[in-house]
Antibody, heavy 123, light 110 residues
Framework: QLQLQESGPGLVKPSETLSLTCTVS??????????WGWIRQPPGKGLEWIAS???????YYNISLQSRVSISVDRSKNQFSLKMSSVTAADTAVYFC???????????????WGQGTMVTVSS | QSALTQPASVSASPGQSITISCTGT?????????VSWYQQHPGKAPKLIIS???NRPSGVSNRFSGSKSGNAASLTISGLQAEDEADYYC??????????FGGGTKLTVL
């Protein structure tokens, strides 16, 4: 049974870079059937898609965040990662990683989610 | 990319049915049959309950159903149960080649 687990620091200082990793277990990140994505949820608010990546390295970004965000994949470790630069308090959120079903290049649904990791931006 | 529009809250009694709307544009909901719905209980990760407008993943109750007309999609929950009380989010693929979520709807079972 495939599982995803987020990891990374729970506290990041303003203006610094947030770095998170999602470890995939019970399946291969190199499957051509899925994309892999990051979604966040500020406290008490809704979901916001951040970025997705295919095992080949093709990337997709939320246009409102793309200047600060980078997603990458490490197939040897079965992991994918998120980096977000110049963070502010507005980036405080629970960050989820998720497996994404696709049809061609269309990302159609997020079918398996990690439990989420809370990241607080504060000095 | 603007979020899809959902009602902030809906409520109903056990046994009743409810419908949650998800309104987008001709660049997202109206353009693709890639609308999905998620159920999220407090402190938990979202769970996929509907994909591709109306497909239920294995293990999801048949009390959940989805549909779409034009630029709007809908999630219907029939025979409401206490365990259905949760937040519900829609999502759609968009012409920007990226997904977008709705603002979420809080369902209260009275």
């Amino acid at each position: 049974q495939l599982q995803l687990q987020e990891s990374g620091p729970g506290l990041v200082k303003p203006s610094e870079t947030l770095s998170l990793t999602c470890t995939v277990s019970g399946g291969s990140i190199s499957s051509n059937h899925y994309y892999w994505g990051w979604i966040r949820q500020p406290p008490g608010k809704g979901l916001e898609w951040i970025a997705s990546i295919y095992y080949t390295g093709s990337t997709y970004y939320n246009i409102s965040l793309q200047s600060r965000v980078s997603i990458s994949v490490d197939r040897s470790k079965n992991q994918f990662s998120l980096k977000m630069s110049s963070v502010t308090a507005a980036d405080t959120a629970v960050y989820f990683c998720a497996r994404t079903i696709h049809s061609g290049e269309s990302q159609t649904a997020f079918d398996i989610w990690g439990q989420g990791t809370m990241v607080t931006v504060s000095s | 990319q603007s979020a899809l529009t959902q009602p902030a809250s809906v409520s109903a009694s056990p046994g009743q049915s409810i419908t949650i709307s998800c309104t987008g544009t001709s660049s997202d909901v109206g353009a693709y049959n890639y609308v999905s719905w998620y159920q999220q209980h407090p402190g938990k990760a979202p769970k996929l309950i509907i994909s591709d407008v109306s497909n239920r993943p294995s293990g999801v109750s048949n009390r959940f159903s989805g549909s779409k007309s034009g630029n709007a999609a809908s999630l219907t929950i029939s025979g409401l149960q206490a365990e259905d009380e949760a937040d519900y989010y829609c999502s759609s693929y968009t012409s920007r080649s990226t997904p977008v979520f709705g603002g979420g709807t809080k369902l209260t079972v009275l």
